[in-house]
């Protein structure tokens, strides 16, 4: 998915179900658990920006890395001074190594190709030192089957009007989505990827799975994966 259209309103769009203060806060707390001010965090699938923003407050050199250069467009005039990479997760390219990376709001189930989302992890093993904690989200199963599912939502905002159709193919255990944007339509799809399969993947790319975390308020809709490389 490009987001061309919708990256100038994506925030206005998804802050009333995404809740972003509670969840910089959330991110910003546990990240504080693994690493200092001062580290270099890489925020992957960073989209417009939110969780570097709320990182660079709390003293993280942070390199923002997506690859929607229209998303990339709005974190630049929300982080001026980042540094921001249009690269896909799979295809990650760094000059040097972090100290931690963060991978949130489900971008990773929006790889589809589980063999996309293993190159993903072992590239990003290449980039990371030694230690370096990596915090990922996912969508679990019971989001897509009973929360997504077949369902239509509508997300209005004063200048335009977002309409998202969804349809849950159980035997790819996949959600179709259809965005109505005005005259514009995009069609994309997210995967499940179970706990079982995330940690067999991630250590087999060089990671330890240390804990998952319920998303707060979404104990049944959305984990958190903490590991280490």
């Known amino acids: 998915m490009s987001y ?4 100038r309103f994506y925030d206005a769009f998804t802050q009333q179900n995404m809740q972003y203060k509670k969840r910089t806060e959330f991110i910003c707390a546990l990240l504080s ?4 001010a001062g580290d270099t ?16 407050a709390q003293g993280y050199d942070v390199i923002g890395v997506d690859a929607s250069a229209d998303m ?27 100290q931690a990376a963060i991978c949130l709001t489900d971008s990773l189930n929006h790889i589809t190709n589980p063999a996309h989302v293993r190159k993903f992890f072992k590239r990003l093993a290449l980039f990371l030192e030694p230690g370096a904690p990596f915090i990922l989200d996912v969508n679990t ?16 905002h004063s200048e335009a009007t977002l309409v998202w159709h969804n349809r849950w193919l159980p035997e790819q255990c996949m959600t179709e989505i259809t965005l109505d944007f005005g005259d514009v339509t995009e069609k994309f799809c997210e995967r499940v990827y179970s706990i079982k399969e995330l940690t067999a993947w991630l250590n087999k790319a060089g990671f330890s799975v240390e804990k998952t975390l319920p ?7 959305r984990l958190y994966i903490i590991c280490r490389k």
């Open 4 to 7: 061309r259209t919708l990256a």
């Open 33 to 36: 658990c693994y690493a200092n």
């Open 41 to 56: 965090v890489l925020d992957l699938a960073c989209g417009t920006g939110i969780y570097s923003h709320a990182l660079f």
């Open 72 to 98: 990339l467009s709005v974190a630049r005039e929300r982080n001026p001074q980042q540094l921001l990479l249009c690269q896909r997760l799979e295809q990650l390219d760094l000059y040097g190594t972090a």
């Open 141 to 156: 199963l019971y989001k897509h089957e009973h929360v997504l599912g077949n369902n239509t939502f509508c997300y209005e």
């Open 215 to 221: 998303a707060p308020d979404e104990e049944q809709e």
